[in-house]
């Protein structure tokens, strides 16, 4: 697939996981990453939340406020947050996790709370895709961002192996033609994840490091992510030299 030679520069913000780096992301967390996640020229950081009591909220907002980052939440559902186990203690356990996790993108000001969550039934739920997840899935990715439309309001990429964008087979012209059909605006967010938190790891089956250092994975991504959105892309990939 080829862009249209009228094709314009996609008006999206650039985000990137703070699961890229460490989990779980608690109050220490802020001194090494917001500076450099600042500095490498993204906007937004997804903080992803796994427990909440660990994560001081208005030193968040300060030190967002600080490097110039704007902030988007994630949650982490687990079996012991699964709110459709027949248990209601899990239940519960998982209501309580979600109305924390609400109060932190109030305080921050972050309009929605990303994850594999369940509405009630009757409500319309806000779509969040994954290139990842899609690369799996979908037949074609043009086609599902174009059917999610309107409800589309996130979109975390990364490649089909979950390494740095630009690196593998993922259909960069589809995504963009599918975002320029709907006029998305939001986010493009890095996620990808470290070893160094085993049990993370092992959720995911995420077994070997995908870049010669988890900052280069987010500052190539970010320079690859940068290229698509505003240039016309001739090919599946721009190829960038893997540090795999």
Known sequence: MFLNSNSMALNIKYGVSTWLWTS???????????????????????IAVEDPTVIDIKKVKSALNDHGLKASICGAFGSSRDLTNESKQIQQTGLAYIESCLDICVELGVNFFGGPMYSAVGKAACIMLDSFHMSIEERDVEKAIVLAGEKLIHLQVSENYRGTPGTGQTPWNAYRSGLEAIDYKGIVTIESFTTDNVELAGAVCFWTSKAASQDAFATDGL??????????????????????
């Open 24 to 46: 779980p992301f608690t109050t220490q967390s802020i001194n090494e990453l917001f500076p450099k996640i600042s500095k490498m020229g993204f906007d937004v950081v997804e």
């Open 223 to 244: 320079r690859f992510l940068k290229k698509w959105a505003t240039e016309k892309i001739h090919t599946a990939t721009v190829n960038l030299k893997s540090t795999i």
